[in-house]
C-alpha cells in the first residue's frame, strides 16, 4: 500500500497531463484518486476537465460544473494578501465535495461483503477512508466501519484528537512537520488491519 500512495504522490506531481502512459496504466480507483487529488491541490479548468473526462470514460456520475465557483473563488483569493482564514474555509468545502465522490474502494468492499469475504472488505474499506478529506466523512465510514471492525473505534477517537491538535496548532513549519507526522503515524495506524 505504502509504494502505491508513493507511486500516486509521484504521479500527482506530474499528473496534470492525464495522458501520460504511467497514468493510463493506473487501476480507476488510482486515476480517481489522482484527479481528484490534483484538482484539490490545483483548482483549475484544465484539472476540472481532466475529473470531468474520466467521469465520462467509467460512466461515473459527477457534476464538475458545481465545482466552478471553488475555482472562482480560489482565483479571488490569490489577489488578498492575508486571505488564511477564507482559504482555509475554501478548503473544507472543497474536501467536502471532494468526498461526496467517494473513492471506488468503497464499492469494491461492498462487492467483497457480497461475497462474504469480510477481511477483504475491512481492507478495502480501509483503502477508501484513507482516500479521503473531509472529517465528517472520515468519522462517518468509520463509524460504519466499526460493527465489522472494532479498531475504527480507536481510529476514530484518535482522529478526533488529532483534529483538535491540528485545529489548536500555530501555522509555523515546527507546527505543521508535527502535524505532518501525526498524520503519517494516523494513517499507518489506519491501513495497518488488524486481525
Known amino acids: 500500500m505504502m509504494l502505491l500512495l508513493l507511486r500516486i504522490l509521484r504521479l500527482r506531481i506530474r499528473a496534470n497531463s492525464t ?4 497514468f493510463k496504466r493506473l487501476p480507476p ?6 484527479l481528484k487529488e490534483c484538482l484539490l491541490n490545483n483548482p483549475s479548468e484544465g484539472n476540472l476537465k481532466n475529473l470531468a473526462d474520466f467521469a465520462e470514460r467509467t460512466s461515473l456520475k459527477i457534476d464538475t460544473e458545481s465545482y466552478r465557483p471553488f475555482i472562482k473563488t480560489q482565483i479571488e483569493l ?7 482564514v477564507e482559504d482555509n474555509e475554501l478548503y473544507v ?3 467536502a465535495w471532494m468526498d461526496k465522490i467517494l473513492p471506488l474502494e468503497f464499492a469494491e468492499a461492498e462487492e467483497f461483503k457480497r461475497e462474504n469475504e469480510l477481511q ?3 481492507e478495502r474499506t480501509l483503502e477508501g477512508i484513507a482516500r479521503l478529506y473531509s472529517d465528517d466523512v472520515i468519522l462517518k465510514k468509520l463509524g460504519e466501519l466499526a460493527p465489522d471492525y472494532p479498531h475504527a473505534t480507536e481510529l476514530a477517537e484518535s482522529y478526533r484528537k488529532l483534529m483538535q491538535t491540528r485545529d489548536e496548532s500555530l501555522a509555523d513549519d515546527k507546527s505543521l512537520e508535527k502535524l505532518r507526522k501525526l498524520k503519517e503515524s494516523w494513517d499507518d495506524d489506519l ?3 488488524r486481525g
Open 191 to 193: 491501513l495497518h488491519v
Open 120 to 122: 477483504k472488505a475491512i
Open 78 to 84: 490569490h489577489k488578498h494578501k492575508d486571505a488564511i
Open 29 to 34: 480507483k488510482d486515476q480517481l484518486a489522482v
Open 93 to 95: 468545502a472543497e474536501t
Open 19 to 22: 495522458r501520460s502512459e504511467s
